[in-house]
């Protein structure tokens, strides 16, 4: 697992690539969190009703995801 330090677009869509094939076989969203922590990755639900994708165990914000995941 490595730790992303500096913001790289291209990493970031890869990223954002394994969160959505991960929400693909999910069954739920419990579950797609449990396979995201398999990763080395958290999602953290703010008071404004978004969500943001963190690195575990340092809570590195690393994107907002998409609201269309959670649906």
């Known amino acids: 697992m490595s730790i992303i330090i500096k913001q790289d677009a291209f990493i970031a869509d890869?990223?954002?690539q394994?969160?959505?094939r991960e929400r693909a076989v999910a069954l739920s969203a419990r579950e797609?969190?449990?396979r995201l922590a398999g990763y080395g990755y958290s999602i953290r639900d703010t008071d404004d009703g978004k969500h943001v994708l963190e690195t575990l165990p340092h809570?590195?914000?690393l994107c907002e995801l998409p609201a269309e995941m959670f649906n």
């Open 14 to 16: 890869e990223v954002m």
């Open 18 to 20: 394994m969160v959505a």
């Open 32 to 34: 797609w969190k449990h």
């Open 59 to 61: 809570r590195v914000a």
